[in-house]
């Protein structure tokens, strides 16, 4: 992502030191690429509940589909409607 | 759709099934032990066939799973009995698209109107270039002017290449003039583009309104389109060349302190390879701790003995870091950066032009250095100027 030089962007210390979220459109949908991730809570087609240090990504939509690589990262894939994103220790 | 990764079609993957309720714990496992998976909505999963060892330990006796028998080309080929004979075939099938490659086999003519595709096609062959020829022994200039100087009804023809296909373009010689409706045809004067004196003119048609020596206006009268002949007044598009002198000052202003760019760091975000104008991306890289950068992309293709041109091509993609920081000019540094800048502009100007003479100078200001030229040139002056009659 990448950042307005003029505006300050406020982080909590260390905890999403390794979080990374980037979205991207495509054919017939969104591609969300998600990085530093340590857990899946939920998946279904409709819903992905990731987990990464000190937050939680919570992706609904329609005909989801999900890669995972080697470097504890995601890849999901479909019509994403809606990501939301908490803060939270797991 | 299933999207399988190239790796996996290419070195074979494997299909399993798992129950729906237990998909949430099977990805949780795959990614705690950094298994590469793809999961489908569907309830079904694909993993590299190097990895189905690891992943069968970790399913067996835990989860209910059905798994497929390898797929993509490895899996063929495991399964497949004649496999050195389809492997000279594979072969054999590359030499003869290879060797194909290099033939011309088709000729398609774009453009023309009046000369038709077979008297087109038989020119081009009497100039050495016809279907069944080497690509790479035939001079495209070469055919291109010998088919020029053949047909005087052909202006301009271009030879391009797509594949094995050669697409000829061709512009013929007097093509209609377009009538607007409503309206007479158009007739033409020539102008003065800008104030100068004229040192030449050269008239094709119409009539010279000035002569060497005159001093015009910008929209002075140069050629009319309006000719007086033994019957009488006639009406024409003027044609010609008119050259003018121009006197011209042209300057540059630098100021001592500047804000340059620095390059900081320098990192590869993508690479994609290119077969036939399919994508294949080989490396993608996310995240970004960059604070300000440049994408830059560059494109390389491949040929064979830099005559065949192979259909192949890698673009790699890259984020370059840049920084910022306040530059103080010194005397001379900031006479050259002046000069550099009054160059650009006076090479821009003369662009089509013959050079008289020129003289520069410059001094110092309170905030950089100005430097200016006085530029005596000559040039093209004439622009045409239609007129109608009603």
Redesign the interface.
């Known amino acids: ?3 307005n ?1 003029k505006d300050d962007i406020i982080r909590p210390a260390s905890a999403l030191s390794k979080f ?1 979220l ?1 979205a991207n459109k495509i054919n017939r949908g969104m591609s969300v ?1 998600v ?1 530093g ?9 409709e819903s992905i509940l990731l987990k990464s240090h000190g937050c939680r990504v919570k992706i609904v939509g329609k ?12 890849e999901v ?2 019509r994403v409607e809606s990501i939301n994103f908490a803060y939270g220790k797991n | 759709m299933l ?1 399988v990764r190239i790796d996996c079609m290419i070195f074979g993957y494997r299909k399993i099934k798992i129950e ?1 309720s237990d ?2 714990a099977v ?2 496992v ?3 032990n ?9 309830g079904t999963f694909s993993v590299r066939e190097r990895d189905f060892p690891k992943v069968f330990e970790l399913l067996e006796g835990r989860f209910s799973y059905e798994a497929s028998d390898t797929r993509g080309a490895y899996g063929a080929y495991k399964s497949f009995k004649h496999k050195a004979a389809a492997v000279i075939a594979i072969l054999i099938s590359v030499l003869i698209v290879f060797i194909s490659s290099l033939l011309v086999w088709d000729v398609r003519i774009e453009g023309n109107e009046a000369v038709t595709d077979t008297a087109i096609v038989c020119g081009l062959s009497d100039c050495g270039f016809s279907v069944g020829k080497f690509w790479h022994r035939i001079d495209n200039s070469i055919v291109e002017a010998e088919f020029l100087s053949r047909f005087p009804e052909v202006s301009w023809i271009n030879i391009n290449r797509r594949g094995g296909v050669a697409y000829v373009s061709v512009i013929e010689n007097n093509a209609e003039e377009e009538k607007e409706t409503g309206e007479e045809y158009k007739y033409l004067n020539i102008v003065a583009d800008c104030d100068c004196v004229i040192e030449e003119i050269t008239v094709k048609s119409g009539q010279a309104m000035v002569k060497p020596g005159d001093t015009v206006k910008r929209g002075d009268l140069l050629i009319s389109g309006v000719a007086q002949t033994e019957f009488g007044l006639q009406l024409c598009r003027a044609e010609g060349n008119v050259i003018g002198r121009i006197k011209e000052k042209i300057s540059a202003e630098v100021d001592r302190e500047c804000v340059i760019k620095t390059k900081k760091n320098e990192k590869i975000s993508s690479v994609v390879l290119k077969i036939f104008d399919f994508p294949v991306k080989i490396l993608k890289k ?3 701790s960059m ?3 440049d994408i830059i992309k560059s494109v390389k293709t491949f040929s064979l003995f830099d005559k065949c041109k192979l259909p192949l091509e890698l673009s790699t993609e890259y984020r370059v870091e840049y920084g910022t920081e306040v530059k103080i000019y010194s005397d001379d540094e900031l006479i050259r950066a002046a000069l550099y800048a009054l160059n650009a502009k006076t090479a821009e100007r003369l662009n089509f032009s013959d050079l008289i003479k020129i003289k520069t100078n410059g001094n110092f200001t309170e905030t950089g250095y100005i430097i200016y030229s006085d530029v005596v040139y000559c040039t093209e002056v004439g622009k045409i100027s239609p007129f109608y009659i009603q």
């Open positions: 992502m990448q950042k030089g990374t980037e690429f990085g991730i340590v857990g899946i809570n939920d998946f279904s087609e005909r989801l589909s999900l890669k995972i690589y080697e470097n504890s990262s995601v894939n479909g | 999207m729906p998909l949430s990805t949780s795959m990614l705690h950094k298994i590469p998976t793809y999961f489908n909505f569907d996310y995240g970004n604070d300000k950068y």
